[in-house]
């Protein structure tokens, strides 16, 4: 259980530590965190609507393609590991016919 401590017990030292500027700059940083993820988690909508003009039914539409497109990718794929896979029985098949 100590262990688990050690962690906790570090980080509050260091924070006792610190000069009082950086306790100041250690609340701008939290807060600066926080909106960056925030940012980052509307940015991609914000961009597509006002940018492209995309509304939600095109963005489904959109989506639909992608995933399309993903089968289509995996199907090509699995269809080169099973030629791969069985290239070289067919080609012992038709070396015994001839």
């Known amino acids: ?28 940083y939290l807060f600066q965190w926080y909106a960056l993820f925030i940012y980052w988690q509307f940015i991609t909508p914000m961009l597509s609507k006002s940018l492209f003009g995309l509304t939600k039914e095109d963005l489904a539409k959109m989506d639909e393609i992608k995933e399309a ?3 289509g990718v995996l199907s090509a ?17 038709w070396r015994k016919r001839a």
Do not use: G, T, W
Request: proline residues 4%.
């Open 1 to 28: 259980m100590h262990k688990a401590k050690e962690p906790f017990v570090e980080i509050i030292e260091a924070i006792s530590d610190m000069s009082p500027l950086l306790k100041q700059l250690s609340l701008v």
């Open 69 to 71: 497109y993903v089968n």
């Open 77 to 93: 794929m699995l269809i080169l590991h099973l030629q791969q896979r069985f290239r070289d029985s067919r080609n012992k098949l």
